[in-house]
Each structure stands twice: as structure tokens, then as C-alpha cells.
């Protein structure tokens, strides 16, 4: 989970309503081939000697451009490798492009699975505090949403035991259930989404968390979407992207985005 409140007040010259633009975004990653055995390779490191660990460089994303006007909602979609999850951390700074400009205008909530920072170790309401501290959000205000929270959770009775008694259902609900709750009150205008209905929780409450999900999006949120889930996609987004072969190779609405999609796995 990432969150930030500081805002990029760059101008878009398009046009006022574009609230992330990407130019020629390129992106790319240094992996080490070793020829080998990693004893001798230890060895050789150790006394400065000449090794065979030969950089390579694997391109995931090539020349992408991409607006999005407020309010939008983008579903982005592709198999597993195409870079996806790496376009979001670029909108949200966490990496940085090899080539392109990004501008990105207002506060900017990256989430990639909602039980990232859980403490199995720690209390469910120890958990809370952990959650708001990575969240930004103050204790005491985290002591006036506990209840809300652990309601929502539907984990009254529950909060003062440890994590790891908890089912993978329990988790995942109070994983849930605090995110929403930290993320309404930062209220980011951009949310930034990493398959986040992924697993966990039954099926009555993941239906109550998109629920949940929808009426918070639903208030003028520029929403970028990762899933593999079509249905997801085609719920949540006002309009989907398809990558493949490091671009984008489809861009439009979710009916006709999908399709393409399935028809050129």
C-alpha cells in the first residue's frame, strides 16, 4: 500500500479536465544472468576478481501515452508480465521512467492488496494502529473509527485477539474494512488499485466491499484499475486499456476493451 498527500500542481497543456498524462513513458530493469556456479562467483567477488554476472536489461513498457480526465475510471488489463502493476507504481512515483514525462495533478493513494502491513503477531486493534501509522492517519482518529471499522468487519468481540488466530476470511475483512475506512479519510483524488479482490473474505462480503468500494469511487475519484477479472473490470471502469507486448495495443470502453482482450490472449 502506498498513500501520498502531496500534490504534483503541474500544468497539462491538452487540457485542464487531465489529471494524469503519460509522454513516451519507457521502462525498463536490470536482472543478473550468472554462468556460474554462485560458490565460485562468491569467491571471485570476495577477492575482486573478474566475474561472469552479465547485466541484462528486460523492457517492460514502451512509449505509453495515456490522459485521464477527472473523474475517469481505467481498468487496465493484459497477462501476467505485461506491465501492468508497473505502469502504477510509475503514476505513483514509486518508480521513476528511463524515458517519457508523467504528470500527475492531486493526491495520489497506490493500494496493492489490502492485507499488506498486517502484524500476525499483534492484536486486531494493534493492527489498526499499524495500519493508520502507514496510512497517515492520526491515533486518535483511529480510536474514533474502531468501532465503525470493526463493525464493518463484522469481527465485534474479535479486535482484542491475535492476528494469526484470525481465519483468512477475518483478515481479510479487517484488512478491508480499515483501508476504506483510513482511505475516506485521507479522501486522495486519485486511487491507484493492484488487484485488490485477489482472495480472501467470502462472497457476501466481498459483495459488501465493492459496495463499499463504488460508493467512495462514485464521488468524482480518477480510478486506476488492475485485475484479471473481467466482471471487476467491466463494473468498476468507465473505460479499459489493454497491454501486451509493452504498450498499449487497445484503448476504449469495457465492453469492447474485454472482448479484444479475450479474443487475443
Do not use: W
Amino acid at each position: 500500500m502506498f498513500s501520498r498527500k502531496d500534490t504534483k500542481k503541474e500544468s497539462v497543456h491538452e487540457s485542464d479536465e487531465n489529471i494524469i498524462s503519460l509522454s513516451n513513458v519507457s521502462k525498463s530493469f536490470y536482472r543478473e544472468t550468472q554462468h556460474e556456479q554462485s560458490a565460485l562467483v562468491f569467491l571471485k567477488k570476495v577477492f575482486c576478481l573478474e566475474s561472469t554476472v552479465v547485466p541484462d536489461r528486460r523492457q517492460v513498457l514502451q512509449d505509453i501515452n495515456l490522459k485521464l480526465n477527472k473523474g475517469e475510471r481505467l481498468g487496465v488489463i493484459g497477462r501476467n508480465g505485461t506491465g501492468k502493476s508497473t505502469l502504477l507504481r510509475l503514476v505513483a512515483s514509486i518508480y521513476q521512467p528511463d524515458e517519457g514525462d508523467i504528470r500527475v495533478v492531486g493526491s495520489v493513494a497506490y493500494i496493492s492488496g489490502f492485507s499488506q502491513g498486517i502484524r500476525p503477531r499483534l492484536s486486531g486493534m494493534d493492527n489498526l494502529r499499524v495500519l493508520g501509522a502507514l496510512y497517515g492517519v492520526p491515533n486518535a482518529q483511529v480510536e474514533k473509527m474502531k468501532a465503525s471499522i470493526i463493525e464493518f468487519a463484522e469481527l465485534k468481540d474479535f479486535e482484542a485477539e491475535k492476528i494469526f488466530t484470525y481465519s483468512d476470511g477475518m483478515r481479510a475483512r479487517l484488512a478491508f474494512s480499515a483501508c476504506m475506512h483510513f482511505i475516506e479519510y485521507n479522501n486522495p483524488e486519485i486511487i491507484l488499485l493492484d488487484e485488490v479482490f485477489s482472495g480472501g473474505g467470502d462472497s457476501m462480503f466481498q459483495e459488501k466491499a465493492k459496495k463499499r468500494l463504488d460508493n467512495f469511487m462514485l464521488k468524482g475519484k480518477t480510478v486506476i484499475f488492475v485485475s484479471h477479472s473481467m466482471d471487476q473490470v467491466k463494473r468498476f471502469c468507465t473505460r479499459v486499456i489493454v497491454l501486451k507486448n509493452m504498450t498499449v495495443v487497445c484503448d476504449s470502453d469495457p465492453i469492447t476493451a474485454t472482448t479484444f482482450f479475450q479474443n487475443n490472449l
